[in-house]
């Protein structure tokens, strides 16, 4: 083998290695520029030996100890570091850097809250007393996934031949959310269509991709950035989840205290603190996770094992409760999308489990457990499918059927895979890694279904 190519792996693997340590909570910046500096001089002794470059490697990890270890130690010498990582950086070339990007995130948080309440220059009025016009529906997504975007892309500083790219999605999908001819319904009510339901519901979904592209920076195609991009994606669900609790607190305690002098802010707190928190609080959680992923990125392994057991039992609960009753799943609407973000959150679990594992550790109960989720979410989604096509087979074709049946498939196709890995790798047939690389690389399935369900479903079915 070349010896350009040689290189090029250590540093590949080095690279792996230097992302691992970045995520553990006591470890600064500083500190793995030492440690990565000691790997080199190991590796560079071990080649001068006659040993080949991933055999070098290997050895002089395996020589630094395990990664938990060394994180576990930092933690115990610096315990004070995680606190600190909430507010601060670690030097002052990192405060700028993060001062910097905060400004930016903010000046885009705002631009996402006017958005929202421009239209009312155009007559598309928010009034608390009653119905959102269904225009705020459609575009909903188009009001911040845009800025979410380009802040990305300053972030990554992405070129202009690659960004420019990012923009044509956005536009199809303003085309298509603005110009479609759904039958007129009432101010608010978007049910009045099925279609327009459904696009509703997988716009975001299908320019979430256009996210992740910006956000990989051009590693879009390596499997490290795409589950780089499932990371972020959990980590923002809970940061946004903790900033909307603050609002809501907020919100609640504004109204409060006006209401105690006679004054009353709803008119206030419901069109311009609600909508606009809502979108701006989109780029500020992004943001965030940016800053200060050291600190959420241990969080995410610890949720995983506090809810996987929990899972798996109401799982295989209400599987046991359907054949004992014989009771059938109602597949409305409503039902049926809190069933696949039900087997979507297994499939985050465990991907995120799978991403944490110490890839030295042997196969634990833990990794049983998950086996035994992903089963149990299969079977459920057996039972919904077979309930989809009773339904479909008794009435006929409808957006919604066709919809739920597509998705399901996908989520079938996604599980059954991902339990035949975890079988293999379980019984050392396998690496846990394949459950990863699968994963990852099924993502793009999703937003394409979602995008045929935008562009396609409201034509076929004549807009009902």
């Given at each position: 083998m070349p010896d350009g190519t040689r290189r090029g792996d250590l540093e590949f693997q080095i690279a792996q290695w230097r992302a691992y340590l970045r995520r553990r909570q006591a470890v600064r910046p500083v500190d793995i520029e030492e440690l990565e500096g000691h790997l080199r001089d190991q590796v560079a002794a071990l080649t001068d030996a006659g040993l080949a470059t991933d055999e070098a490697f290997l050895v002089a990890v395996t020589r630094m100890g395990n990664l938990d270890a060394i994180s576990r130690e930092f933690a115990r010498e610096h315990s004070e570091r995680l606190w600190k990582q909430l507010v601060v950086t670690s030097d002052a070339r990192?405060?700028?850097?993060?001062?910097?990007?905060?400004?930016?995130?903010l000046g885009l948080a705002a631009a996402a809250g006017?958005?929202?309440?421009?239209?009312?220059?155009?007559?598309?009025?928010?009034?608390?007393?009653?119905?959102?016009?269904?225009?705020?529906?459609?575009?909903?997504?188009?009001?911040?996934?845009?800025?979410?975007?380009?802040?990305?892309?300053?972030?990554?500083?992405?070129?202009?031949?690659?960004w420019r790219w990012l923009v044509l999605p956005f536009l199809a999908a303003a085309v298509v959310a603005n110009t479609f001819p759904f039958p007129a319904a009432p101010a608010g009510a978007i049910g009045e269509s099925d279609t327009?339901?459904?696009?509703?519901?997988?716009?975001?979904?299908?320019?979430?991709?256009?996210?992740?592209?910006?956000y990989?920076?051009?590693?879009?195609?390596?499997?490290?950035?795409?589950?780089?991009?499932?990371?972020?994606?959990?980590?923002?669900?809970?940061?946004?989840?903790?900033?909307?609790?603050?609002?809501?607190?907020?919100?609640?305690?504004?109204?409060?205290?006006?209401?105690?002098?006679g004054t009353d802010v709803s008119f206030l707190v419901a069109t311009w603190i609600l909508p606009c928190g809502a979108m701006g609080g989109v780029i500020v959680a992004s943001w965030l996770v940016e800053a200060k992923q050291s600190v959420v990125e241990n969080m995410a392994p610890v949720l995983t094992r506090v809810f996987t057991p929990l899972f798996a039992a109401v799982l295989l609960a209400f599987l046991g409760t359907m054949v004992v009753?014989?009771?059938?799943?109602?597949?409305?609407?409503?039902?049926?999308?809190?069933?696949?973000?039900?087997?979507?959150?297994?499939?985050?679990?465990?991907?995120?489990?799978?991403?944490?594992?110490?890839?030295?550790?042997?196969?634990?109960?833990?990794?049983?457990?998950?086996?035994?989720?992903?089963?149990?979410?299969?079977?459920?989604?057996?039972v919904a499918l077979a309930a989809i096509a009773m339904r479909i087979g008794e009435f006929g074709f409808t957006p919604n059927r066709v919809a739920a049946l597509g998705e399901n498939i996908l989520l079938l196709v996604n599980l059954g895979w991902t339990a035949w890995l975890y079988l293999r790798a379980l019984r050392r047939q396998g690496g846990f890694e394949a459950i990863e690389q699968w994963q990852t690389a099924y993502l793009p399935v999703y937003s394409l279904w979602a995008a045929l369900v935008v562009a396609v479903f409201p034509p076929l079915f004549n807009f009902a």
């Amino acid at each position: 083998m070349p010896d350009g190519t040689r290189r090029g792996d250590l540093e590949f693997q080095i690279a792996q290695w230097r992302a691992y340590l970045r995520r553990r909570q006591a470890v600064r910046p500083v500190d793995i520029e030492e440690l990565e500096g000691h790997l080199r001089d190991q590796v560079a002794a071990l080649t001068d030996a006659g040993l080949a470059t991933d055999e070098a490697f290997l050895v002089a990890v395996t020589r630094m100890g395990n990664l938990d270890a060394i994180s576990r130690e930092f933690a115990r010498e610096h315990s004070e570091r995680l606190w600190k990582q909430l507010v601060v950086t670690s030097d002052a070339r990192d405060q700028a850097d993060t001062r910097h990007e905060m400004w930016v995130a903010l000046g885009l948080a705002a631009a996402a809250g006017a958005a929202i309440k421009l239209p009312e220059l155009f007559g598309q009025r928010m009034d608390p007393n009653e119905e959102l016009p269904t225009f705020y529906f459609r575009n909903a997504t188009l009001f911040v996934l845009p800025l979410l975007t380009a802040f990305f892309v300053w972030k990554r500083a992405m070129p202009s031949a690659t960004w420019r790219w990012l923009v044509l999605p956005f536009l199809a999908a303003a085309v298509v959310a603005n110009t479609f001819p759904f039958p007129a319904a009432p101010a608010g009510a978007i049910g009045e269509s099925d279609t327009l339901a459904l696009m509703v519901l997988h716009l975001p979904i299908a320019l979430w991709l256009a996210v992740g592209v910006a956000y990989a920076g051009g590693r879009w195609f390596e499997g490290g950035g795409r589950m780089d991009f499932v990371r972020f994606s959990g980590e923002l669900a809970i940061y946004y989840v903790l900033i909307a609790t603050g609002g809501g607190v907020l919100m609640g305690f504004t109204t409060l205290m006006f209401d105690a002098i006679g004054t009353d802010v709803s008119f206030l707190v419901a069109t311009w603190i609600l909508p606009c928190g809502a979108m701006g609080g989109v780029i500020v959680a992004s943001w965030l996770v940016e800053a200060k992923q050291s600190v959420v990125e241990n969080m995410a392994p610890v949720l995983t094992r506090v809810f996987t057991p929990l899972f798996a039992a109401v799982l295989l609960a209400f599987l046991g409760t359907m054949v004992v009753t014989g009771s059938p799943i109602n597949i409305e609407r409503n039902v049926l999308i809190a069933f696949d973000l039900l087997l979507v959150l297994v499939v985050g679990l465990v991907l995120y489990a799978v991403s944490a594992r110490d890839l030295e550790t042997g196969v634990t109960v833990f990794d049983w457990l998950q086996l035994l989720l992903v089963l149990s979410a299969l079977m459920v989604d057996v039972v919904a499918l077979a309930a989809i096509a009773m339904r479909i087979g008794e009435f006929g074709f409808t957006p919604n059927r066709v919809a739920a049946l597509g998705e399901n498939i996908l989520l079938l196709v996604n599980l059954g895979w991902t339990a035949w890995l975890y079988l293999r790798a379980l019984r050392r047939q396998g690496g846990f890694e394949a459950i990863e690389q699968w994963q990852t690389a099924y993502l793009p399935v999703y937003s394409l279904w979602a995008a045929l369900v935008v562009a396609v479903f409201p034509p076929l079915f004549n807009f009902a």
